[in-house]
């Protein structure tokens, strides 16, 4: 079936640096989303994304937080400054024409230390 | 509050046992999908089913709109059914609200 990928599957990283979570969607989805997981926690909506515009971000979406999708390439979660409570497992999905049916990676696990 | 509750919480079955998981929520929805989500954390879409009822092998997915509910029926489970399994709402805006998950785990 449809398959998102996501690079890196796995980082850690020190407190302050920026990080760049990639996620290659289902080709021809248009829609794009970014979702945090900490461990043993509820998944937590962060942003969707669509037509080169945010269109909902979340209260854990913080300043720190941005994304694009430059020239249709990787759909990227970047986080600069990184703090430690960032530490999760984040998770890229997509959906297509119809904005229903999500496809999710297998997520990126970050640790901040 | 939360948008979407699911229960149980956690279940415990013995292998070829059924299992019901419910899930409620408060809210309007545009459509309502389930995942499972491995031990490992990633996840796996089972049932996009915004009403009525759906199967797949040894699932069944049933939602009723007008009561606000929808279940996921897992007959003759086998150990490799275990792990986490979230039913999530589409409301609009393609904003999707995730419950907290229900923990199956089931013994050989």
């Given at each position: 079936?449809?398959?998102?990928?996501?690079?890196?599957?796995?980082?850690?990283?020190?407190?302050?640096?920026?990080?760049t979570?990639n996620?290659?969607p289902?080709?021809?989805?248009?829609y794009?989303?970014?979702?945090?997981?900490?461990?043993?926690?509820?998944?937590?909506f962060?942003?969707?994304?669509?037509?080169?515009?945010v269109?909902?971000?979340?209260?854990l979406?913080?300043?720190?937080?941005?994304?694009?999708?430059?020239?249709?390439?990787?759909?990227?979660?970047?986080?600069?400054?990184?703090?430690?409570?960032?530490?999760?497992?984040?998770?890229?999905?997509?959906?297509?024409?119809?904005?229903?049916?999500?496809y999710?990676?297998?997520?990126s696990?970050?640790?901040?230390? | 509050?939360?948008?979407?509750?699911?229960?149980?919480?956690?279940?415990?079955?013995?292998?070829?046992?059924?299992?019901?998981?419910?899930?409620?929520f408060?809210?309007?929805?545009?459509s309502?999908?389930?995942?499972?989500?491995?031990?490992?954390?990633?996840?796996?879409?089972?049932?996009?089913?915004?009403?009525?009822?759906?199967?797949?092998g040894?699932?069944t997915?049933t939602?009723?709109?007008?009561?606000?509910?929808?279940?996921?029926?897992?007959?003759?489970?086998?150990?490799?059914?275990?792990?986490?399994y979230?039913?999530?709402?589409?409301?609009?805006?393609?904003?999707?609200?995730?419950?907290?998950?229900?923990?199956?785990?089931?013994?050989?």
């Amino acid at each position: 079936g449809p398959k998102v990928l996501q690079i890196p599957s796995h980082q850690i990283i020190d407190m302050g640096q920026m990080v760049t979570l990639n996620c290659d969607p289902v080709s021809n989805h248009l829609y794009f989303y970014w979702y945090k997981q900490i461990l043993g926690q509820q998944m937590e909506f962060l942003v969707n994304f669509y037509n080169g515009k945010v269109m909902e971000k979340s209260k854990l979406f913080k300043d720190q937080f941005s994304v694009e999708r430059p020239d249709g390439s990787y759909f990227t979660l970047k986080i600069q400054p990184t703090a430690l409570e960032d530490s999760a497992v984040y998770f890229c999905a997509s959906s297509g024409t119809d904005g229903n049916t999500l496809y999710f990676g297998e997520g990126s696990r970050l640790i901040v230390v | 509050g939360q948008q979407v509750q699911q229960s149980p919480a956690s279940l415990v079955l013995q292998e070829g046992e059924n299992a019901e998981l419910q899930c409620n929520f408060s809210t309007s929805l545009n459509s309502m999908q389930w995942f499972y989500q491995r031990p490992g954390g990633s996840l796996v879409s089972l049932f996009y089913n915004p009403s009525g009822t759906k199967h797949s092998g040894r699932l069944t997915s049933t939602t009723v709109i007008k009561e606000r509910r929808s279940s996921l029926h897992i007959s003759s489970s086998q150990t490799t059914d275990s792990g986490t399994y979230l039913c999530a709402l589409e409301r609009g805006n393609n904003r999707i609200f995730f419950g907290d998950g229900t923990q199956l785990v089931v013994k050989p």
